[in-house]
């Protein structure tokens, strides 16, 4: 036997053999712990107990390996869940005995086989990729060129522009400088003194006038420079334009999770009330609720998110919200929607000032032992988390966000963003969906303005919500008892009570609660 060999701690020998020529192992016995060359291994290869109870594996160097740490006895089975070896007490007495197990031998072919063909999947996967990442790039090339060819003609047509006009300013003034230098060069040459005196009151003039002219001094002030200045400033707010979108795309490609067009929302997505009181209402295309002073004191509005197509694919919209009222957005049970105690609920919530806060659904696993539906979930509990975001952009998260972008990682996701400007995007939070939700709907829920404090004349704290209207003249009037004022005058109650334009005193306050982008 060659001395590399005995040297290398990867080859294994037979354990059975003895003196200088130990053979090479064949097989290893994970329950004999030995590893045996062709002629030690007939044994276990001949008699039937032994081929039934002694597992053989490919020769391997064994250190107390095959054994389990927690019962001492010989590894044998393999659990799929867990994706760990196991021996006979641990396959029946503990945690595993409810997990898909195999033995050994099984486990490894299909395994092999689960293996071959993820491997199979990606290597088809790595081809395709291949071919549409040379798509993407030059697509993303041609795109990022054409943003900037524009961006270039942009600058370029407004630099000539500019040149132009004041080269042309320019030409203008030394034609006149020129005059007044042929001018003078004729007086000079003139030698009847009374002709010289004649003409020298005109050549005083053209000399002083080439004294002013300043070549440098752009455009003469009048009506041509006006519409010069105005073309430039609409052509730099395009320049502009067309360099964020430069710079946008570029930051799309390099961290697309934040910085994403902001896209509309799909056109078919529209709101659907399940709880419509006084004082709220929907826009035609019930695409933006609206709520005015007769809105109820912490009173609740539920509305559901629906598609108006026949396969709805609701995967992502972005809604501005209301600064004046608490709200809800997110995901709750379809079933359910009227009010969140006992359904599953996943949202995020803006209340209090400007505290965001998650909604969320848990499940509670039984746990009791003996009990033969032990692994189901038996029951729900429904809990708010406050949000808090170190980092430096704190203040932009957590000020109470205008506009709101959802996007459900369906099934098992909802993420919420800030939008900030027509690019960017700030991530709020993400959360996890249980798999036992499955019957969700989008929806939105906000609560009437919260009632105002005030003392009465007998020192009792009381609520004061005052109700206005606005006339058409823009004035706004508040009600009392038996009237209305608008700060400087009171008005006498009544179907005709008119204004000091003389418009009737009856329109309505409204706001917008929420719209759909």
Same mark, same amino acid.
């Not at 961006?151 to 047509?157: G, P, R, S």
């Not at 709101?404 to 919420?416: H, K």
């Not at 939070?429 to 036992?436: D, F, Q, R």
């Given at each position: 036997m060659s001395d590399s060999r005995q040297k290398d701690p990867q080859f294994v020998f037979c354990d059975m053999c003895t003196g200088d020529n130990r053979k090479p192992a064949q097989k290893t016995c994970t329950?004999?712990?030995?590893?045996?060359?062709?002629?030690?291994?007939?044994?276990?290869?001949?008699?039937?107990?032994?081929?039934?109870?002694?597992?053989?594996?490919?020769?391997?160097?064994?250190?107390?390996?095959? +054994?389990?740490?927690?019962?001492?006895?010989?590894?044998?089975y393999y659990c799929l869940?867990?994706?760990?070896? #196991?021996?006979?007490?641990?396959?029946?007495?503990?945690?595993?005995?409810?997990?898909?197990? +195999?033995t050994f031998s099984t486990a490894h072919k299909e395994l092999m086989e689960e293996l071959s063909a993820e491997l199979q999947a990606l290597l088809v996967k790595t081809d395709v990729e291949s071919e549409n990442l040379e798509k993407w790039e030059k697509s993303e090339r041609e795109k990022l060129g054409r943003c900037s060819?524009?961006?270039?003609?942009?600058?370029?047509?407004?630099?000539?522009?500019?040149?132009?006009?004041?080269?042309?300013?320019?030409?203008?003034?030394m034609v006149s400088m020129k005059t007044s230098k042929s001018s003078m060069q004729a007086a000079q040459k003139e030698k009847d003194t009374f002709r010289f005196l004649q003409m020298y009151s005109q050549v005083h003039q053209d000399m002083e006038k080439a004294k002013v002219v300043n070549l440098r001094k752009g455009l003469e002030p009048g009506s041509d420079?006006?519409? #010069?200045?105005?073309?430039?400033?609409?052509?730099?707010?395009?320049?502009?334009?067309?360099?964020?979108?430069?710079?946008?795309? &570029?930051?799309? &490609?390099?961290?697309?999770?934040?910085?994403?067009?902001?896209?509309?929302?799909?056109?078919? &997505?529209?709101?659907?009330?399940?709880?419509?009181?006084?004082?709220?209402?929907?826009? +035609?295309?019930?695409?933006?609720? /609206?709520?005015?002073?007769?809105?109820?004191?912490?009173?609740?509005?539920? /509305?559901r998110l629906k598609s108006t197509q026949s396969v709805p694919n609701i995967q992502r919209w972005v809604i501005s919200l209301s600064e004046d009222c608490d709200w809800t957005i997110g995901l709750c049970d379809k079933n359910y929607v009227k009010e969140f105690k006992d359904q599953d609920v996943y949202g995020l919530c803006c209340k209090e000032g400007n505290n965001l806060s998650v909604l969320t659904t848990s499940y509670n696993q039984c746990s009791s032992r003996g009990n033969s539906y032990m692994g189901q979930y038996s029951s729900r509990s429904v809990y708010f988390q406050q949000i808090h975001h170190p980092g430096k952009d704190v203040a932009k998260i957590m000020t109470r966000p205008q506009k709101?972008?959802?996007?459900?990682?369906?099934?098992?996701?909802?993420?919420? /963003?800030?939008?900030?400007?027509?690019?960017?995007?700030?991530?709020?939070?993400?959360?996890?969906?249980?798999?036992?939700?499955?019957?969700?709907?989008?929806?939105?829920? /906000?609560?009437?303005?919260?009632?105002q404090q005030g003392l009465n004349t007998y020192g009792v704290v009381q609520q004061q919500c005052p109700k206005q209207w606005k006339c058409s003249c823009g004035k706004v009037y508040t009600e009392t008892n038996n009237g209305y004022y608008d700060g400087r005058q009171h008005y006498h109650k009544s179907s005709q009570a008119t204004c000091s334009c003389g418009g009737l005193i009856a329109q309505r306050i409204t706001k917008v609660f929420c719209e759909l982008l």
């Open positions: 329950k004999c712990e030995i590893s045996m060359c062709v002629e030690h291994l007939q044994a276990h290869l001949t008699t039937p107990v032994l081929l039934q109870t002694h597992p053989l594996t490919e020769p391997m160097a064994l250190c107390g390996t095959t +054994k389990c740490p927690q019962h001492g006895k010989l590894l044998e869940d867990d994706m760990t070896c #196991l021996c006979v007490s641990c396959a029946i007495e503990d945690q595993h005995r409810l997990h898909y197990m +195999k060819v524009r961006l270039i003609e942009a600058v370029t047509n407004l630099r000539d522009i500019a040149l132009t006009s004041v080269k042309s300013s320019v030409s203008a003034r420079r006006d519409k #010069l200045v105005e073309e430039i400033t609409r052509g730099h707010e395009k320049i502009m334009e067309q360099a964020d979108q430069f710079c946008y795309s &570029l930051l799309t &490609l390099v961290d697309p999770e934040n910085h994403q067009d902001l896209t509309a929302t799909s056109s078919d &997505l529209i709101f659907v009330p399940q709880t419509l009181g006084a004082g709220i209402s929907l826009s +035609k295309d019930q695409r933006k609720v /609206f709520y005015n002073d007769c809105l109820e004191q912490n009173s609740s509005h539920i /509305f709101v972008e959802v996007v459900w990682g369906f099934p098992n996701t909802l993420s919420f /963003f800030s939008r900030i400007g027509q690019h960017q995007r700030i991530k709020i939070v993400t959360i996890n969906i249980s798999p036992n939700s499955y019957n969700l709907a989008p929806f939105v829920h /906000f609560e009437g303005e919260k009632p």
